[in-house]
């Protein structure tokens, strides 16, 4: 069977932007960059994380995309008291009834879907949280002695509320690195809200129909990754990444000053995975800086950790990021 040529890569990803936009607007009102960044991450194979005060519909936005996907979906709803079991699934006796003896069978927990949604993700301890970083980067968890893979593709959407809520935890920078995206969801502006509560206050409307398949999923996967990068294009997306450790000697001054922790080469990889994915979904075999510059917030926003006397000035991690963007050279 030979590869699909170029342009017809980009005929059908054209197609299936436009499909997905379609069936999500059923449901979703506004919001339209955050879809895009949504399913930048998913076509990257990366976990996305949807950051944002309650009542905006994160939730709803990721039910709908495993429907558009035909992807098995399993809802985990974190609490301070979710065991690492309750994800994972756990052993009960069962009675052998041709011996009469007792066996231990394993009962899969609800990791074991395609989109995982880990909801309210920062209202469980560390414990639990950490339960996830086997299955988030190894797609595989190991429990009740045996290592059991999970079923491509493997997403992981975690929403979290702001960390400056009553009853959240802050996520561990190591479970924060295996996120390839960090989605932060805003309010609405006012027509869009009007729009929203006119529709969820009427009779329940139509739901987001079938697109993909799971087969044709992966092939969206696989077509991601055989997109061409200039050298000049990794090299700048590396630099930018480097460019965000306080202990690089080339670091900009306002970094060392405000910086606690910048991005590891994870950061690195999945700027270019997502400008990847971004440039099939805009339309271009190539990826551009401009693919690179527009994910640097969703890409680094959760890798780079403002320092003490940042967080006293009131320096977000955002702030630092699009300094940087405009200080690093191309």
């Known amino acids: ?46 976990h996305c994380l949807l950051t944002g005060v309650p ?130 969801m805003d309010y609405l502006p006012e027509a869009d809200e009007v729009a929203m509560v006119t529709a969820t206050t009427a009779p329940p409307g139509e739901r987001p129909s079938k697109v993909f398949s799971q ?13 061409p990068v200039a050298e000049k294009v990794v090299g700048y997306a590396v630099r930018l990444a480097r460019s965000t450790r306080p202990s690089q000697s080339d670091a900009p001054e306002f970094i060392r000053k405000q910086v606690k922790w910048g991005a590891g080469s994870r950061a690195a990889q999945a700027l270019v995975l997502a400008g990847k994915a971004r440039a099939l979904l805009n339309g271009r075999y190539t990826v551009s800086v401009e693919d690179i510059r527009a994910l640097a917030l969703p890409v680094l926003r959760h890798r780079v950790i403002p320092n003490f006397h940042a967080e006293a000035d009131g320096i977000r991690s955002d702030d630092i990021v699009r300094k940087l963007c405009q200080t690093v050279p191309v």
């Open 1 to 46: 069977m030979t590869e699909p040529a170029e342009s017809e890569i980009l005929e059908k990803i054209a197609s299936a932007r436009e499909r997905i936009f379609r069936e999500l607007r059923k449901v979703v009102i506004g919001q339209e960059e955050i879809i895009e960044e949504l399913i930048t991450g998913l076509l990257a194979r990366g």
């Open 55 to 184: 009542g905006l519909g994160k939730t709803l936005l990721v039910k709908s995309v495993a429907d558009t996907f035909s992807l098995s979906f399993k809802r985990i709803q974190f609490t301070p008291d979710l065991m690492p079991a309750d994800i994972f699934g756990t052993e009960v006796v069962e009675e052998d009834r041709s011996t009469g003896g007792r066996v231990f069978r394993f009962v899969k927990g609800p990791i074991f879907a395609n989109l995982v949604l880990a909801d309210e993700i920062n209202r469980t301890p560390a414990k639990t949280q950490a339960a996830l970083l086997e299955a988030m980067e190894e797609r595989q968890v190991t429990a009740a002695g045996q290592t059991l893979p999970l079923e491509p593709p493997f997403f992981v959407l975690a929403t979290q509320n702001p960390i400056e809520l009553e009853g959240t935890y802050p996520l561990p920078e190591a479970q924060l690195d295996r996120f390839l995206l960090n989605i932060y």
């Open 215 to 227: 087969e044709e999923v992966l092939e969206l996967q696989s077509w991601v990754r055989q997109v």
